[in-house]
């Protein structure tokens, strides 16, 4: 880890954040583009934050992977990221991501905006707390049913083909599924899988960032007897189709969000630290400013 973090700025840099996956490392519809450097107490995140308006809303763009895809899932640096972006006075999140459909009614071209998680990920850091402080948030819905919302409207005011709902498993990777894998994770009622959905959301929730997905599907993964198993060949063809239509479909909705403070997501952490307020050290409570700084947030 680096340092502690600094206090926040009196000013939010943006309000909504674009995170982008796979084939996905800039956003040149932003006006009066600038590069935020970040420092967080989980170290760098993924690349340079790039600031800007957006149909006059400030919004930031963050690669997942940086820039060139230098990251691979279980690299991604997931605290510093959202860390980063709270830092900013991002208030909603919109991930994209590529995924495999796992349901032959979801075809490669379509757009998936789930509702629930499966976690099959095993390496990965996945929450801000330990260390001295420790809390147990709620995710029993795990993406912000407002902000998908949102998004589903928008992806069809574009003219995508949007499935609002379903669950996303998330496994560890890099590897793509085996057969086996593929056909059990069907039988489980999954509806799409991914490599990054997880930590992303559970830190969003602790950071109390609205957060949802754009799941761009790719391929069938490997359980389509009809269809070739999944390639990066097969998935970057389809990438690129997927990027100016996810560029599109984030100029619709940035000016139709309405304000996040009064959602339940914004005071997710009300009651959800158990340590006590006078046994938090002074490490840890450095560590986490931007998060328990608010009375509120403590016992």
Not at 176 to 186: G, K, L, V
Not at 226 to 242: D, M
Request: aromatic share 8%; net charge neutral; hydrophobic share 40%.
């Amino acid at each position: 880890m680096s340092g502690p973090a600094t206090r926040p700025a009196d000013r939010p840099t943006a309000r909504i954040a674009v995170i982008g996956g796979s084939g996905f490392y800039d956003f040149p519809d932003l006006e009066e583009r600038r590069e935020v450097t970040a420092e967080t107490p989980f170290g760098p995140p993924s690349d340079a934050i790039v600031a800007g308006l957006l149909e006059g809303q400030p919004v930031a763009f963050l690669p997942r992977h940086g820039r060139g895809h230098r990251l691979s899932p279980s690299e991604l640096p997931y605290r510093a990221n959202i860390f980063a972006l709270k830092q900013l006075g991002v208030e909603w999140i919109i991930s994209v991501s590529a995924c495999g459909s796992m349901r032959e009614a979801i075809a490669p071209l379509d757009v998936v905006i789930p509702d629930q998680l499966f976690d099959r990920t095993r390496t990965r850091a996945s929450t801000f707390f330990g260390d001295g402080a420790v809390a147990h948030i709620g995710f029993a819905d795990p993406f912000c049913p407002v902000l998908s919302h949102v998004l589903n409207l928008a992806g069809r005011r574009v003219g995508a083909t949007v499935h609002k709902g379903g669950t996303y498993v998330c496994i560890e990777g890099p590897q793509f599924s085996t057969r086996a894998e593929s056909r059990i994770y069907r039988q489980w009622g999954v509806d799409v899988i991914g490599m990054t959905a997880l930590p992303e959301a559970k830190l969003a929730r602790e950071a109390e960032i609205h957060y949802a997905t754009l799941a761009f599907v790719t391929d069938y993964d490997a359980w389509h007897q009809s269809e070739a198993p999944v390639s990066v060949e097969a998935v970057l063809s389809v990438l690129r189709h997927n990027v100016e239509l996810s560029r599109r479909i984030v100029r619709e909705l940035a000016p139709r969000l309405p304000r996040a403070s009064e959602s339940p997501i914004s005071h997710a952490l009300e009651g959800a630290v158990i340590t006590s307020n006078d046994s938090i050290g002074s490490e840890a409570r450095a560590r986490l400013s931007w998060l328990l700084d608010r009375r509120r947030a403590l016992p």
